[in-house]
C-alpha cells in the first residue's frame, strides 16, 4: 500500500519526536511491505519566521492532498518568545485552529490507557489503578458552545455575557457514527455522555444517538449524565472503552482522563473528518523548555503514528505492531526522564525511538 503522508514537525521539541515517528513508520514499511511518501511542511512558530504567518495556503493544500497529517506540536514559551508579541491571528496556535478549520476535523479521539510498567505514575488509589484502564475518549470538535453565538453587554449598568450551545442532528449524527465505527475496532461499547436531565441540545444528542445505535447492534451503549461520567472516571475508569460527548464535556472529561495516566509524554490524539482523513499528534505541546536536548519522549508522536495507520490506512496489524513495541520497551525498563524511575534504564529521544524501531 502507498501511505501518502504530510508532517508537520513545528516548534520545540516537535521535529526530534517527529523524526522518531517517522523512523518507527519507515520499519513498518520495510516489514510489511508498504511504500511510504512523506513530506514535510511547516506551521506555527517555524512558519511565522519562514513566512510571517503561523499557517500558509500551501501548507493547506498539501495537507489536503494526502492521505493523513503526522504533526508534533507547536508553539514556544509564551513568556520569552517573540512570536507572543504578535496579534492573536497571528500567532501559532491560530495556525492549529486554522488547519483544523480548514479540513473540517470535527472528531477528536484521545486515548487514556494505563500501561502497567507505568501505574506508579497514576494518581488513583492502588486498588482502582490495579485494574489498569484502556478508554478513548470522543470529542466533537467544531461545534457547540465553543462555536455558538457570544455576547456581552451591559443593561442598567448591569454587564451580562450570554453564549449559546447549538448542535444540529446532523452533527451529532456524524460524531455518533464514527464512535461507534471506533468501538467496533476495540472493545466494542459506546458511553455517550450527556446532561439530558438539563439541557435540549443534551435531549437531541441523545436521541439521535440512540437512533445511529439501531445500525450497530453489535455495539453496547449507555447513556451517562457528564457529572457522573466525571466521577466514575476517578472510581472505576476500568468500565469505559469509548465516551462520546459533545465539545465542551469532552475539553474537560479528555484532559481529566489523561491526567489519571499521569504520563503527558505518553498520550496521543487523532483529529478526523467524515473521510478516512486524519490529523495525528501528540497531546502534550512544544515543550520549549528541553528542546533540542535530546530528553523528549517520543512515545505519544510514535502512538499517534499507530493510530494514523489504524484509523486512516486501516492497518490494524500494524498498528497493533508498533503499540505492542511501546509496551515491549517499556517491559524491558527503558524510560526517557518524564517517565523515570528506579531502576530503569535512562534513555534519549533518539534510542528511544531506536529500540522502538528495533522491536516492529
Ligand atoms: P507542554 O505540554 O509543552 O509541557 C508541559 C510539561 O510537560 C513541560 O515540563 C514539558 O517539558 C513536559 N513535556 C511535554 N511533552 C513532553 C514529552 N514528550 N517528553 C517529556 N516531557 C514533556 O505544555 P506547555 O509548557 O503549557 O506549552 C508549551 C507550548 O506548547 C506553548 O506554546 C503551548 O501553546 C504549546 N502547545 C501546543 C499544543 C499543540 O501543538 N497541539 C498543545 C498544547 C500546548
Not at 513545528?10 to 511504500?35: F, S
Not at 456524524?174 to 450527556?194: L, P, T, Y
Not at 510514535?302 to 486501516?314: E, P, Q
Amino acid at each position: 500500500m502507498e501511505l501518502h503522508i504530510v508532517c508537520i514537525p513545528g516548534d520545540g521539541i516537535g521535529p526530534e519526536i517527529v523524526a522518531e515517528a517517522k523512523k518507527v513508520l519507515e520499519k513498518v514499511a520495510e516489514k510489511y511491505g508498504h511504500k511510504l511518501d512523506m513530506k514535510d511542511v511547516l506551521m506555527g512558530g517555524a512558519s511565522i519566521d519562514a513566512y510571517g504567518v503561523p499557517l500558509t495556503d500551501e501548507t493547506v493544500a498539501a495537507a489536503k492532498a494526502a492521505d493523513a497529517v503526522l504533526m508534533g506540536s507547536i508553539g514556544g514559551d509564551p513568556n520569552t518568545s517573540p512570536w507572543y508579541q504578535l496579534p492573536p491571528d497571528r500567532r501559532p496556535e491560530a495556525g492549529l485552529l486554522g488547519i483544523r478549520k480548514a479540513l473540517n476535523l470535527f472528531a477528536n479521539l484521545r486515548p487514556a490507557y494505563l500501561y502497567p510498567e507505568l501505574a506508579a505514575a497514576c494518581p488513583l488509589k492502588e486498588e482502582i489503578s490495579r485494574a489498569g484502564f484502556d478508554m478513548l475518549i470522543m470529542r466533537e470538535l467544531t461545534g457547540g458552545l465553543y462555536f455558538g453565538e457570544r455576547r456581552t453587554v451591559t443593561e442598567n449598568g448591569v454587564r451580562r455575557a450570554v453564549d449559546t450551545l447549538t448542535y444540529d442532528e446532523n452533527e451529532i449524527r456524524r460524531i455518533a457514527v464514527k464512535g461507534f465505527e471506533i468501538a467496533r475496532k476495540r472493545r466494542g461499547k459506546v458511553s455517550s455522555v450527556d446532561k439530558a436531565n438539563v439541557l435540549d441540545s443534551s435531549r437531541l444528542w441523545r436521541a439521535v444517538v440512540n437512533e445511529v445505535a439501531k445500525d450497530y447492534p453489535d455495539v453496547k451503549l449507555e447513556h451517562v449524565l457528564v457529572d457522573n461520567c466525571a466521577m466514575q472516571l476517578v472510581k472505576d475508569p476500568a468500565q469505559f472503552d469509548v465516551i462520546l460527548t459533545e465539545n465542551m464535556f469532552g475539553d474537560i472529561l479528555s484532559d481529566e482522563a489523561s491526567m489519571v495516566t499521569g504520563s503527558i509524554g505518553m498520550l496521543s490524539s487523532a483529529s478526523l473528518n467524515d473521510t478516512k482523513f486524519g490529523l495525528y499528534e501528540p497531546s502534550h505541546g512544544s515543550a520549549p523548555d528541553i528542546a533540542g536536548k535530546d530528553a523528549a519522549n517520543p512515545i505519544a508522536t510514535v502512538l499517534s503514528a499507530a493510530m494514523m495507520l489504524r484509523y486512516s490506512f486501516d492497518l490494524d496489524a500494524e498498528a497493533d505492531a508498533v503499540e505492542e513495541a511501546v509496551r515491549q520497551v517499556l517491559k524491558d525498563g527503558y524510560r526517557t526522564g518524564d517517565i523515570m524511575s528506579k531502576g530503569c534504564t535512562l534513555v534519549g529521544c533518539r534510542q528511544m525511538g531506536d529500540l522502538l524501531a528495533e522491536r516492529i
